[in-house]
């Protein structure tokens, strides 16, 4: 296991922002409807890779957590690895002191940096994950960027970022809970148009798009209802027929050869 320091251009905010000190684990997984999210999110990340892996002939040599948090997708792709008996070599960054203390618990080695600055090799990866994260990062461009370069040609980058930029999420954090403003610390709020044009942008070719759940616009409202299965497959339905209602977007993309 691997854990080397390097400086972040990003403030150390740890201490001060408690959805940065709360336990990814309990918190995403501790109950039925933020289960159900991410568990729908692997679903689809499962569903690419294999595509992906059809598409090339072989599994990931490397795969790269980029924003690895506690370890969540890193246990998911250990345990995915595993059953499917790849000798993939899974990597987790993130800027985080205490995240990367806690996924050392993982089998991955495991690097505190930035994504604006990885500090590996070009073309280090078969797979990059990227998963709420980019809302984060001021400078998403130069994210993008590294992102790319560490990616090899033909490599398969996953990236899940909030829609929030879209009609719901303009009503919710600009008319009816405009509080959201004040405590968040997102600085990108991404629609379709605008990560397809970024990803373009650092020359990375998207490939597909899936609407990540319906964006109820009231957060605690959002929770109640996606407690309930029915009611979360009903907004998911929805979802398909007008995709601009989507909380997130599950973006795949390509590095062109």
């Known amino acids: ?10 403030a150390e905010i740890d201490a001060a922002n408690p959805w940065y000190v709360e336990d990814q684990f309990a918190v995403q997984l ?3 409807g933020f289960r159900a999210v991410v568990e ?3 679903r689809v990340f499962t569903e690419a890779l294999d595509e992906w892996v059809d598409s090339t002939g072989a599994p990931p040599a490397r795969l790269l957590d ?4 506690d370890g969540i997708n ?20 993130d800027y985080s002191f205490l995240r990367i203390g806690r996924a050392r618990a993982l089998g991955a080695d495991l690097t505190r940096t930035s994504l604006t600055a990885l500090g590996v090799r070009d073309s280090s990866f078969d797979v990059i994950v990227c998963n709420q994260v980019l809302e984060h990062v001021p400078d998403d461009r130069r994210a993008m960027g590294e992102l ?18 879209s009609p719901l999420g303009l009503l919710r954090n ?51 209802l996606n ?16 995709p601009s209602c989507a909380a997130g977007l599950l973006v795949f993309a390509i590095r062109p050869r």
């Open 40 to 42: 729908r999110r692997w």
């Open 227 to 242: 407690h309930w299965t029915p009611v979360r497959r009903c907004l998911n339905a929805v979802t398909r027929v007008a």
């Open 30 to 32: 501790g109950s039925p």
């Open 74 to 93: 890193l246990r998911y792709f250990w345990d995915l690895v595993r059953v499917r008996k790849w000798s993939t070599r899974l990597v987790g960054v």
């Open 148 to 165: 790319r370069r560490v990616l090899r040609p033909g490599g398969l980058l996953i990236i899940g970022v909030p829609n929030e930029g």
């Open 1 to 10: 296991m691997v854990s080397r320091v390097s400086r972040s251009p990003e």
């Open 174 to 224: 600009h008319v009816l809970q405009r509080s959201i403003l004040r405590t968040t610390d997102h600085v990108n709020m991404y629609t379709r148009g605008l990560v397809n044009e970024r990803l373009a942008g650092a020359g990375l070719q998207v490939i597909r798009v899936v609407p990540d759940g319906f964006l109820v616009p009231h957060t605690r409202l959002h929770g109640w």
């Open 66 to 69: 980029a924003g690895c948090g």
